[in-house]
């Protein structure tokens, strides 16, 4: 088992929760070695290293951003490597709902690879203002508009915010989603899903769900499992910043279908064009994009129960 460590995560925690965890693995025996990593580029140079010492486990130590790097490192190496993670970061949606057998030292775990499940993995390519595209893989959501602003102002976050987010994450996360909404306007766009001609949308959100939790504890109720071969597509429609944030209240209840302002799909493909660069997020990082297309890779990655 390669842990691939993170010690940034959770506005720099991650260094003293992963002590507890590793005193933990060491007193119940587990045989582990560390790669400590601090770019994509790291990552992906320590799970092809991992590959060649003959580990068959890679665990994401850190937040949901170091499990997306880990993933795609798995991905683009074409291992069959089991994806595990130890969730040090502030939200951990990776590792919701949580489960009491799944903790250690306090802290939620994926560990067991004889509990390993073949998942479908979103592959989403963006494309820039300069025409540029990147790949990105994930396991989780992809999504735009309000939700990915927040995640942005998140992930950049003014004086008041980085002084939150090392006292009281859950109180950080409402401040940005607040400011969020303050400062939000609804995108247009056009969007295209499965084989369906583009349509242009007015929208406060969209959600392309492989998993129901986000932003560290609202979750969906649209259905969707990991190896169904498909993505929950939900949109928010345009509406007033007093019902967003009725929905976000909702949605920490886990409630969205049939309510006011929303729509559930499905689709195996998404494509996504704008007319000028809109945020979108895949698994908690942010870009500038001007489309993105996004598609289902059936059973791609095995995650570790």
């Given at each position: 088992m390669l842990i691939i460590l993170n010690e940034r995560a959770s506005a720099g925690?991650?260094?003293r929760r992963w002590r507890r965890v590793e005193a933990a693995l060491k007193n119940s025996g587990t045989v582990f070695d560390v790669a400590r990593?601090?770019?994509?580029?790291e990552a992906d140079r320590a799970v092809a290293g991992a590959v060649s010492q003959g580990h068959d486990v890679v665990v994401a130590a850190g937040g949901d951003g170091t499990v997306n790097s880990v993933l795609n490192a798995i991905v683009d190496n074409r291992t069959d490597v089991a994806l595990g993670a130890i969730g040090l970061g502030s939200s951990n949606d990776f590792h919701r709902p949580f489960a009491d057998d799944r903790r250690l030292a306090g802290f939620p775990v994926r560990l067991d690879r004889a509990r390993a499940v073949c998942a479908d993995v979103g592959k989403a390519t963006l494309t820039d203002s300069a025409g540029a595209t990147r790949r990105r893989y994930f396991v989780l959501n992809a999504s735009l508009g309000v939700v990915a602003q927040g995640n942005a102002f998140f992930n950049a976050p003014d004086a008041a915010l980085r002084a939150l987010k090392k006292t009281n994450v859950d109180l950080a996360i409402a401040y940005a989603a607040l400011v969020s909404i303050g400062r939000f306007e609804p995108i247009a766009v056009n969007v295209s899903l499965d084989d369906g001609p583009l349509q242009p949308l007015r929208m406060t959100a969209l959600g392309i769900l492989?998993?129901?939790?986000f932003a560290g504890g609202m979750h969906y109720d649209t259905p969707v499992a990991a190896d169904d071969g498909?993505?929950?597509?939900?949109?928010?429609e345009p509406m007033a910043r007093r019902s967003i944030v009725a929905l976000i209240l909702a949605l920490y209840r886990g409630q969205f279908i049939g309510r006011e302002h929303t729509q559930a799909h499905r689709a195996r493909r998404v494509r996504i064009v704008a007319d000028a660069p809109v945020d979108f997020e895949v698994d908690g990082e942010?870009?500038?994009?001007?489309?993105?297309?996004?598609?289902?890779?059936?059973?791609a990655v095995r995650l570790c129960g």
């Open positions: 925690h991650g260094g990593t601090r770019s994509v580029e492989k998993k129901i939790y498909s993505f929950a597509v939900n949109v928010w942010v870009s500038k994009v001007r489309a993105a297309d996004v598609e289902i890779v059936p059973r």
